[in-house]
């Protein structure tokens, strides 16, 4: 299965999973951040990202520019803590 139909299934099943309250929660939330202009600032599909040093879950230093070559890379941002 392709990743498109994995997050599919997944957006098809949320209800029966998460719940109403839940979900009308999650819409408000999404709502509220289209209305605040941010979504303009993402990144395009296909934009390149700049070279930049982050912490890992560890604590330890990390390059965009290392890991780029050591391969492809996906980058996934967590609010709060690990």
């Given amino acids: ?8 299934e997944i957006k098809r099943n949320a ?7 839940f979900l009308a929660a999650a819409e408000r939330s999404i ?8 979504v303009e600032k993402f990144a395009k599909v296909g934009e390149i990202a700049p070279a930049f040093e982050a912490s890992n879950a560890k604590g330890n230093p990390i ?6 070559d050591q391969g ?8 709060g803590r690990w």
């Fill in 63 to 68: 390059s965009l520019t290392n890991l780029i």
């Fill in 72 to 79: 492809p890379v996906v980058i996934s941002f967590y609010r």
């Fill in 15 to 21: 209800p029966s999973r998460l719940g109403p309250d």
């Fill in 31 to 38: 709502e509220e951040l289209r209305k605040s202009g941010i």
């Fill in 1 to 8: 299965m392709v990743l498109e139909e994995t997050l599919q």
